[in-house]
């Protein structure tokens, strides 16, 4: 099942994804994995660090098709429970982490400074619901059209993930 709603300041997607909770879990919390799918279809992810703990810290690096343009985010894990819960926050950054204004990334007047990512997963016995609530989005900024790009190429990864174990 897919499905989407955007609000006037969030953005939730609801996904059921053909593999084990722990496999969806390791998509948003293995760097490696989460380079090979995060972003909207055409772009690459050269930097993601991760330190999976509350209280640590994410840098992320998203780069265009032809490379011109990068957008840096950081945060940091407000909560996380195995399997379960991810909550992290992200504010636009520069490419050594320091928090800068969404104006200087290009985005829209009103941008938040910082929203929050919550992931929901629900064990469905070999399958998984997945529950992403983008808080603090505007509408008008097209991200919900990022993030259901980027869960088809999640849903691509997990099965060549699964056909090559």
């Known amino acids: 099942m897919n499905d989407s709603t955007i609000t ?5 997607i609801e996904r059921t994804f053909e593999a084990a909770v722990n496999i969806i879990w390791q998509m948003w919390t293995d760097p490696e994995h989460f380079k090979q799918w995060y972003g909207p279809q055409g772009f690459t992810v050269p930097v993601a660090d991760m330190d999976l703990r509350v209280g640590g810290k994410r840098l992320i690096c998203m780069a265009s098709p032809d490379g011109s343009m990068k957008m840096w985010t950081t945060g940091e894990f407000t ?13 636009p950054a520069d ?38 609530t983008h808080a603090g ?7 919900g059209g990022g993030w259901e790009q980027a869960f ?6 997990i099965a060549t993930a699964l056909n090559n174990k």
Not at 79 to 91: G, K, Q
Not at 95 to 124: F, H, W
């Open 137 to 143: 989005v505007p509408a008008s900024s097209g991200a």
């Open 152 to 157: 088809d190429k999640l849903a691509d990864h």
């Open 79 to 91: 909560e996380i429970v195995s399997s379960e819960r991810l909550v992290y926050t992200e504010s």
């Open 95 to 132: 490419e050594n982490g320091n928090v800068v204004s969404p104006s200087a990334m290009g985005m829209p007047d009103g941008y938040p400074a910082t929203t929050e990512v919550t992931v929901l997963l629900e064990d469905l016995g070999g399958r998984t619901k997945m529950v992403m």
């Open 8 to 12: 006037e300041d969030a953005v939730v």
